[in-house]
């Protein structure tokens, strides 16, 4: 439902129902024993489980001009519950994880400047999580086993801000910078230790999380013959961040940036593209992981591409 009560205020309510229904036939992960036969004497696990939720969400709008508009939301999310399929225990593959609630509340502004040749954006967050749901290794598995379970409490709060500023009619700048705070308020089931240099489970750092994440691209048009010369290079930054549940210093992904350029050539209805990724070759991981030995799945290395394309439409 959306109401415009006034020309400068609005307001807008939803609600979804959700129902999920979850079924699970599988072998627990476990040896077989000795002999060629030996799986065929594991019982299948055999179950189902469903979950419904109700979650509402509401927005005020102020538009206080032309250039700027702010607004504030509260939300109530839901992510379903699921099982864990690598597990080894029957027990747990019968018990999987509930689903995980959420509150947020979100304060932002969308705001033009310099006649609209400047556009920055903020955003404010806070997310208050129950029964949130996390995966962990477990302790000394061979080969290794991931859980999923419901971890307890957490907040995540921050702030966001994007961009971009259209210097001259040809030089555009983007840009973006954000800040999570990630913390757990309890957390179930986690003695200490190991958490990595952490002391107690609640002081163990959100795993994937930077604590924040920077953005910077500029880009560059000129009318050449026929059609319209585009040059990008962009520049993206993270720091130190953990890679797993308990904070395994080893698992740590250092800090890194990454270094994209393109070049292109639009004419008529075609497109021809020249670009580069990771262009200073940066060593980093999308997945490291510990089981009889680590492993690390490096990210994408310096790569060049071209691409060429043709738009088809009424014209």
């Excluded at 075609?270 to 999308?286: A, H, I, K, P, Q």
């Amino acid at each position: 439902i959306d109401w415009r009560f006034t020309d400068q205020w609005s307001a807008s309510a939803g609600v979804r129902y959700t129902k999920d229904e979850k079924d699970i036939w599988v072998r627990p992960l476990v040896s077989c024993g000795t002999t060629p036969t030996g799986c065929n004497n594991l019982a299948y696990i055999d179950d189902s489980r469903d979950w419904s939720n109700t979650s509402p969400r509401f927005v005020v709008k102020y538009a206080q001009n032309d250039a700027m508009n702010w607004y504030l939301s509260w939300s109530r999310g839901y992510r379903s519950g699921n099982y864990n399929a690598r597990t080894g225990s029957a027990q747990v593959l019968r018990t999987p994880a509930n689903p995980e609630t959420n509150e947020s509340i979100e304060l932002g502004a969308k705001t033009e400047w310099l006649d609209r040749r400047l556009r920055v954006n903020v955003a404010l967050f806070n997310a208050d999580y129950t029964d949130i749901q996390r995966t962990a290794t477990v302790l000394n598995s061979v080969p290794s086993i991931s859980t999923l379970t419901n971890a307890g409490k957490a907040t995540i709060k921050g702030i966001e801000i994007d961009g971009s500023w259209l210097a001259t009619d040809s030089l555009r700048f983007d840009f973006s910078y954000g800040v999570t705070d990630a913390k757990y308020d309890e957390l179930l089931g986690i003695a200490c230790p190991p958490c990595g240099d952490k002391t107690q489970p609640t002081d163990l750092e959100f795993d994937k999380l930077a604590p924040w994440t920077a953005n910077l691209s500029v880009t560059y048009t000129k009318d050449i013959g026929p059609g319209e010369l585009s040059t990008r290079v962009s520049y993206s930054r993270r720091p130190e961040y953990d890679t797993d549940f308990r904070n395994t210093v080893a698992l740590r992904q250092e800090a890194f940036g990454l270094l994209d350029a393109s070049i292109g050539y639009d004419f008529g209805p075609w497109n021809v593209s020249l670009w580069g990724r990771n262009l200073e070759n940066t060593e980093f991981v999308d997945i490291i992981s510990l089981g009889l030995g680590y492993q690390a799945y490096g990210g994408q290395p310096r790569t060049y591409g071209l691409s060429i394309g043709r738009t088809f439409g009424n014209d």
